[in-house]
């Protein structure tokens, strides 16, 4: 067996800890799992229905600093680049619509906000980190993946959805 030299591996962590994600997803380069979950505005979404579109799945919460952070620059980048085919929707994972919609209206949110009441999509998603953000491409498979919103991530989901809006 090959071993890897220690700084190969220092490298590596701490890489991996300045993005913000982890070794590696079981999800990234497979199916992004569908759901089917209702809006603030009381409307169902069902993931499916945006095959052939890019996604920008933030799971968030109204308490959480970091998605405050967040999801106004997502809701930059929709404006930006929703011609190209970039749709950008929210998970709200505590599931209260009041506070949901609190947070849309004080942010200026005019993405879908879906509300996962029982956690189902969390579970699913297998959050452990808010926010978690996927790209998610045209097949609807997981791009990329990045957890926290630290430092710079604003630029790598950036970068990553102009590699995605360039295919």
Request: aromatic share 6%.
């Amino acid at each position: 067996m090959k071993r890897v030299p220690v700084h190969v591996l220092l490298t590596m962590l701490i890489a991996s800890l300045a993005t913000g994600t982890a070794w590696s997803s079981a999800l990234v380069d497979q199916p992004a799992p569908d759901f089917a979950l209702r809006g603030i505005d009381g409307r169902t979404l069902r993931l499916s229905e945006y095959r052939s579109e890019i996604v920008l799945l933030s799971f968030a919460s109204d308490s959480c600093a970091r998605c405050r952070k967040a999801l106004p620059f997502f809701e930059e980048l929709q404006r930006q680049y929703q011609g190209a085919g970039l749709n950008v929707i929210a998970v709200d994972i505590e599931g209260d619509s009041n506070q949901a919609n609190g947070l849309a209206m004080e942010l200026g949110l005019n993405f879908p906000i879906l509300l996962d009441t029982d956690q189902s999509v969390s579970r699913l998603y297998d959050l452990n980190q808010l926010p978690l953000t996927l790209l998610i491409d045209r097949e609807g498979r997981v791009h990329s993946i990045n957890k926290g919103f630290r430092g710079d991530s604003g630029a790598q989901i950036s970068a990553e959805l102009a590699q995605l809006l360039a295919d």
